[in-house]
């Protein structure tokens, strides 16, 4: 069955490091996202990207960088400049809007519980 | 700037009761509308969508929403909730500019026994 894949579903952090979240789909999407979500919050966009080797920030890039070198595959690495790193990070993907596809909405993975120890 | 309102961001409802969860976006021109569902420690997922057609839309575990386009607005609504509706709620909105979806803060249920 198609769907996205993220892993691990539980990470640590150490003070002053870099880790990468991965973010896998066999939907044949064209267009993938990531979302932080802290408790009682909604959800906040790190970054997207439309097309393989292209991406964007979204509101809250800082402290965090990606890449989109194949389609299926959307890794986020959160940096050392992230300063408060502990949060839940979902990824989702959509199909492209020029795509007759009949669900313009997204389909997300199930989540990385990231804790900085 | 687009936006998309729950107007709740916690509903208690006993088991049974109906419950309705209140959704408004800031636009009228032409949208896509979502409900998704996410319990705890999960990913979201998609309980129905308004894509066309019918306004009065029919999702997943008896839930369904209804297309105001006058209020810009898309609530969802079940007339008898189980234990198991314990979730948080997320209303999304897609403007046909483009296929970002903006999303509400979200809606905690809690269904009490």
């Known amino acids: 069955d198609g769907g996205i894949t993220q892993s691990p579903k539980y990470l640590f952090r150490k003070e002053g490091q870099n880790v990468t979240l991965s973010c896998e789909q ?12 802290d408790p009682g919050q909604g959800l906040r966009l790190i970054y997207y990207s439309q097309i393989v080797n292209d991406f964007q920030k979204g509101d809250i890039a800082e402290g965090y960088s990606v890449s989109r070198e194949k389609k299926e595959s959307f890794p986020l690495t959160v940096t050392s400049a992230q300063k408060n790193p502990t949060a839940f990070y979902l990824c989702a993907s959509s199909i492209e809007a020029q795509w007759t596809g009949v669900n313009y909405g997204y389909t997300f993975g199930s989540g990385t519980r990231l804790t900085v120890v | 700037a687009q936006s998309v ?59 369904e929403a209804e297309f105001n386009k006058s209020q810009t607005s898309f609530h969802l609504r079940k007339p008898s909730v189980h234990i198991s509706d314990t979730a948080e709620y997320f209303c999304a909105v897609r403007y046909n500019a483009g296929n970002m979806l903006t999303f509400g803060g979200g809606t905690r249920l809690m269904v009490k026994p």
């Open chain 2, 5 to 63: 309102t729950q107007l709740d961001s916690q509903v208690p409802v006993f088991e049974e009761a109906p419950v309705e969860l209140r959704c408004n976006y800031s636009s009228s021109v032409s949208v896509y509308l979502f409900w998704y569902v996410q319990y705890p420690n999960q990913g979201l997922q998609l309980l129905l969508k308004y894509l066309s057609g019918s306004t009065l839309v029919k999702g997943i575990n008896g839930f």
């Open chain 1, 26 to 37: 066999n939907l044949n999407h064209d267009a993938m996202y990531w979302y932080r979500q």
